[in-house]
């Protein structure tokens, strides 16, 4: 069966929200809120969400490494000394798991200038760089853990402003959206991918995406509190 022929998980969680709240949804507001959901959650959009949340340290935005970028420094990084270089290059190897360069081509000393040169090039004080490598590594490690509730409920004040002040919709209408797990860390690897990619935050796909499905969803609610 195509994926897109039965319910959509997110579109369930947005259904049972709203009838939780006593509105009786119609077969068509059904259907409609799966479709929507369904392009929230197309193929693209979980690559998307897959890069994981960059963080901006000094001139250089690091990653959760890709397999390459894995490779290499298991390979070359790993081994340098002294020990702290072997730390910068875990650094270097995350700003470059996404190039098209030949940075994780370098070996030897020439690897060792590389990483050498690209951290003098931060511009950033040791404590900033070792706290951004260990939010990484932090990132990483969370993926195979289930998701605090509380951690992310401290976030959605501050993450629905942002939204609200790139958007226009207003924080509340974010809140509403974003009290869901799945769509809070989506919406904010989005707007941190984007930030780092330098693309406007409003035209990203997926966003609109979950715009479009907060609209209705919206459209429901006023419908109904007027019949």
Known sequence: MHATARLSDYAKVTIDGIQADGIALTPVEIVTINALAWQV??????RQLARGIPIEIGRATLWPQTL???EWYDRVGHTMRPSWLATIALGYSMAHGYSEGSELDATGLR????????????????????????EILEQE???????DPDATKLQIGEFSAALAAATGISPEFWER???????FASLHAIAKQDHADDTPLETDPKLRAERALGWYEEKIRRHHETT
């Open 41 to 46: 959650e197309s193929p693209e959009g979980r």
């Open 68 to 70: 390459a970028a894995a």
């Open 111 to 134: 690897a060792w200038a590389a990483v050498a040169v690209w951290y003098a090039r931060l511009r950033c004080r040791p404590a900033a760089f070792i706290l951004a490598v260990a």
């Open 141 to 147: 490690a969370e993926f195979e853990l289930p998701p």
């Open 177 to 183: 959206r974003c009290s869901q797990g799945y769509a």
